[in-house]
């Protein structure tokens, strides 16, 4: 697979996870990039500026190839918060289909305390060039599982004592009004959709983000207000 991007090519080189890079010839000002890339052995190719014309806007004439990220099974999250002495936090998406929400999910899940995200192979997003980007980095660090079929998923989740919070708008009660303490795995619907009804049938209970002046919010929004609550109500039971 093929990155772009300063910062993106950046975060994978810091991962490890860049096997060659590409830069314009034109472009010189990149020495941090140049210095890493000979740092960790990796090759760099000096390309003509055409190399990034079949690229989207905001390659910045800078690209790298990239190993496939190794996806992780749903119980070793699980087991992965019970080595830290952590309640399981994971985020599920059903039918997240926007790259950049992908993204931009990934990296508030990683900021506010998730152990993982759970996709589902259809009618979903995976992880494209332009996840990698809208993450910053993230998407290198989030366990990520990749389920055949999410609702299945949230069967095994509700088996093994996880709390299913799904979200809607304007259905359900505020965040702030429910226990977000306890191991929990929180499902976000897709842009416009929502969550289809057997994913709804498989919850425990909704969420909703109280909101005025609009109908809703982005999917990747709502996913950070959701989290900061938890982490809000986690951190305070510390306390």
Not at 45 to 64: I, M, T, W, Y
Not at 71 to 83: P, Q, R, S, W
Not at 143 to 167: C, F, H, Q, W
Request: with cysteine; glycine share 10%; net charge positive.
């Amino acid at each position: 697979m093929l990155i772009y991007g300063v910062n993106p090519v950046m975060e994978a080189l810091r991962a490890g996870a860049v096997t060659k890079i590409f830069v314009s010839a034109k472009r010189e000002d990149i020495p941090h990039i140049l210095s890493l890339a000979r740092e960790r052995g990796v090759p760099v190719d000096r390309v003509a500026p055409s190399f990034f014309e079949a690229l989207p806007k905001g390659h910045q004439s800078v690209a790298a190839k990239v190993r496939e990220k190794s996806f992780m099974g749903t119980g070793e999250m699980l087991e992965a918060a019970a080595k830290v002495g952590e309640p399981p936090l994971l985020v599920a998406l059903d039918g997240v289909e926007d790259p950049r929400n992908l993204g931009a999910i990934m990296r508030s899940a990683l900021a506010l305390g998730a152990h993982g995200i759970i996709i589902g192979k259809h009618r979903q997003s995976g992880l494209t060039p332009e996840a990698f980007k809208a993450s910053a980095g993230a998407a290198w660090s989030l366990p990520v599982s990749r389920e055949a079929n999410i609702k299945y998923a949230l069967d095994m989740l509700k088996e093994n004592g996880l709390v299913v919070a799904g979200t809607a708008a304007g259905v359900g009660v505020a965040p702030w009004e429910a226990d977000l303490r306890v191991p929990l795995v929180l499902v976000l619907g897709g842009e416009g959709a929502g969550l289809r009804r057997v994913v709804t049938e498989r919850c425990d209970y909704l969420l909703s983000v109280p909101v005025r002046g609009v109908e809703s919010l982005n999917v990747s929004v709502s996913a950070g207000i959701f989290l900061s609550e938890v982490l809000r109500q986690r951190s305070s039971k510390k306390k």
